[in-house]
């Protein structure tokens, strides 16, 4: 007896966490309501800040890291001490970690209404904030991997595998795809261009989903559910295979985002094969979750936590058999830019993550507070309102995606689009937007009762710290022929090193030739730099979330040039810092709208899309007629495009103010001998967008386009 | 089918193929140590959520 170590757990920092989820989960998914709303009744952009380009990064934002990033410490935090039979490494670093977290957050939710983003999707926020996140995340890692270091058990379970690979791969893509140059304090320009930015930025959206909202998530499952279930998980080695085979392909398929675009073939490819590759170790994890249960499922009818995860795993298995399935070219050419892929994230996001952290919750908080749950009643009803939320919310959007794309490509005997009109396929499916407006509905209500069930469970409870006892370490004695694995498993810094060395194969093969061959970028010679006034109103396209609702990307299709004129090449871009592709069409690719409409269109159409274009659903910006154009920074923008060998004129900084005026002033006259009287235009934001939106596109046509040899 | 998946696929060139030995490598070494690891060891591995609380508390034990 006399070995035995006396200690605390630390499950202090469990219950913020758990509180954190809680709450946050609440206030992402209203926001990601309103916006749902708002594609049906446009009139619910109240102001610049609520208005729905500035709020989707925020519901994103939210949701993914605000609430599943804190389940992410919940469940770390919890099962990682009781695993390695250790209290967290350092106490300092775990509330570090928590308030940390909460401060990102906060800041997020500040600067995203305020339209301070990055355009990256899912990695919105500014440098400020990235550098506190890399802080936070390094913390966490240390933690981690001291309270590795000092366990009392030798051997790491598969759990903590899929912990440490989300470490290392959440830090790698974090740095990569936020390395800009610092305008001011609130805004950057990103160090890769056009073609090169999407495909780092793709690399790092597709792995935010495989390492922020999968691998760890499969880490909480194989501890919570056998946890929940009592019961071993039914492979211990299909777990491990499972592990190795999900980091090493998750990484490659990132390209598949980004099928029919201006990047090169073979990278298309690639992340075609990688994504199809990628259903054999998806469906081998789901297998082995769902067949923990086997012989136990009269407990699943009756257990509301079981159910939860029955269904999130479920969940997991479809949209990982849907998202290869999305991978393949001819299904991705109806698929991409329409509703099936929010459709398809929501199987992912409300299905799997959210069931998955409210049965950890519901099994969390009573075992935290000492107590049971409240109402097993009401966590019961809650699942059936969840799975219901969740149907009514996928099912009226994959209606919606299909009908949508069917009628983009839709011809005329006589080889006219059938709908000409881009918005006809806009008002067909708003009775879809309803629906799915109510299913998110549903399932934020079953999100509110889960709070008030689970408030009430912490009410009667009572909080302490569980001391529990244990030997030390044993040292390591192998096993004839285990040499090797026992050299990986036991040793954390290896298996560190191992996960860190596939993850970044994956990565390097893909970006390294993008960056550094030349030739992947054919030149095109007419395409020149944006003018200071162009540049301000591209950043004022930005801040507003145009590329929420808009493309900058045509697809090389008959349905496509016929719509919006010529395909995009990839020469085009390479001014754009950052590019702004867009992945989602509400509105229509906006290209090549470049002299498509007199400035007067573009004017009326931002006051009020309505009188130009009827029943249209996209928001109106009031505000962009009444604030000035920020030109205080743009000598600075000027200079550091330069450093990034975007060819001004030398000095050409010094002028670039008194240049943008200029143009300002002929944009100013061309509105007003087209009829259109306000005072002071010229100073105003929408003469900056307007100049951008007339040059968008109009550099390159066909004919002088010259591939390098 | 499989070919229809293939072709759609498109050129694939060293990348995919050096990526497919690379992921092959791995996977085969990794199945190769995980059936070869001793019987109790993955008994004790996977049964370690499955300890409680409880189980590690002296006064309980007594």
Sequence with gaps: MS??????????????????????????MLVGLLAALQMVWPVLNF????????????????????????????????????????????????????????????????????????????????WPIDILIALVWVAFGINMFGTILKRRESHLYVAIWFYIATWVTVTVLHIFNNLELPVSLVKSI???????????????????VAFFLTTPYLGLMYYFLPKAANRPVYSYKLSIIHFWGLIFIYIWAGPHHLLYTSLPDWAQSLGTVFSIMLIAPSWGGMLNGLLT???????????PILKFMVVAISAYGMATLEGPLLSIKSINAISHYTDWTVAHVHVGTLGWNGMMTFGIL??????????????????????????????????????????????????????????????????????????????????????????????????????SDPEVSAPPKEKIVSGKGEYWHKWIEKRPVQMLVAATVLVMIGGLVEIFPMIIIDKNVPKIESVTPYTPLELEGRDIYIAEGCLGCHSQMIRPF??????????????????????????????????????????????????????????????????????????KYTAKKIRTLQILNTPYPENYADIAVKDLELQAKQITANLESQGIEQENLEDKQIIALIAYLQRLGTDATPQIFVEEK | MYKYILESAGNINWMALFALLTFMFVFIVSAILIFTKNKKTIQHISHLPLVNEEDLNIENRK
């Design chain 1, 558 to 631: 008959r349905s496509e040039a016929e719509r919006y004129g010529d395909f995009s090449k990839s020469g085009e871009f390479i001014y754009d810092r950052p590019f702004l592709w867009g992945s989602k069409r509400t509105g229509p690719d906006i290209h090549r709208v470049g002299n498509k409409y007199p400035d007067s269109w573009h004017y009326n159409h931002m006051l009020d899309p309505n009188s130009m274009s009827p029943g249209s659903i996209m928001p109106a910006y009031p505000w962009l007629f009444k604030r000035k154009i920020n030109t």
């Design chain 1, 47 to 126: 102001s610049a800040e609520t208005s729905f380009g500035r709020i989707r990064p925020l519901h994103t934002n939210a949701v993914i890291f605000a609430f599943v990033g804190n389940g992410i410490f919940m469940g770390v935090y919890y099962s990682l001490q009781r695993l390695l039979k250790a209290r967290m490494y350092s106490d300092f670093l775990s509330k570090f970690n928590f308030w940390g977290w909460q401060t990102i957050i906060l800041l997020a939710a500040v600067s995203l209404p305020l339209g301070i983003t990055s355009a990256h999707e899912y990695a919105e926020l500014e």
């Design chain 1, 293 to 303: 249960l086997r012989g136990a499922w009269d407990r699943v009818r009756q257990d």
């Design chain 1, 190 to 208: 990103p160090v890769f261009a056009g073609v090169q930015d999407a495909l780092i930025q793709w690399w790092y959206g597709h792995n935010a």
């Design chain 1, 3 to 28: 070995n035995l170590e006396t200690f605390k757990y630390d499950d202090k920092i469990v219950r913020n966490f758990a509180i954190a989820t809680s709450l946050w989960g609440v206030v992402g």
């Design chain 1, 362 to 463: 519901y099994w969390i908080i009573p075992r935290l507070y000492n107590t049971k749950l409240h109402s097993v009643k009401m966590a019961n009803a809650h699942f059936w309102i969840a799975t219901l939320g969740t149907i009514f919310y996928v099912i009226p959007l994959y209606w919606a995606g299909w009908t949508q794309s069917l009628m983009w490509k839709q011809f005329e005997p006589d080889g006219l689009l059938t709908y000409g009109n881009f918005l006809e396929t806009v008002t067909q499916i708003i009775p879809m937007y309803m629906l799915r407006a109510l299913g998110g509905a549903i399932y934020v209500a079953g999100v509110f009762m889960m709070v008030y069930n689970l408030w009430k469970t912490t009410r009667k409870g009572k909080v």
